[in-house]
């Protein structure tokens, strides 16, 4: 059974970084799938960011609204995943998730197996 668990979270002020990690356990980490969620009080979870396994690349995808603020790594090594996040917005406030899916990276967060708890991440003006 996989496991997958957020740190990094935190209280950050307006243009500043924040870089969030993921540890997967359970899982070929070289292999699945990576992506990070988000999902603001009162909005449904979104999907951020992933990255795939070996098996299709490690290529990555963002959603549009982004534009180019966040970096979606992997660190197969230490079965760590990261989400490095500058320029922080207000609108970026949210529980931040890690999840892990079996098969290639997908933004639609009902295709993922594995979900870890969330970390908080609250930006301030």
């Known amino acids: 059974q996989g496991q997958v668990t957020e740190s990094g979270g935190g209280v950050v002020q307006t243009g500043g970084p924040l870089r969030l990690s993921c540890t997967a356990s359970?899982?070929?980490?070289?292999?699945?799938?990576m992506g990070w969620f988000r999902q603001a009080p009162g909005k449904a979870r979104e999907g951020v960011a992933c990255i795939n396994g070996k098996a299709h690349g490690g290529s990555t995808w963002y959603a549009d609204f982004l534009r180019g603020r966040f970096t979606i790594s992997k660190d197969n090594a230490g079965n760590t995943l990261y989400l490095q996040m500058n320029s922080l917005k207000v609108e970026d406030t949210a529980m931040y998730y890690c999840?892990?899916?079996?098969?290639?990276?997908?933004?639609?967060?009902?295709?993922?197996?594995?979900w870890g708890q969330g970390t908080q991440v609250t930006v301030s003006s």
């Open positions: 359970g899982v070929d980490f070289d292999d699945v799938a």
């Open positions: 999840a892990a899916r079996l098969n290639r990276c997908d933004l639609r967060d009902e295709k993922y197996n594995y």
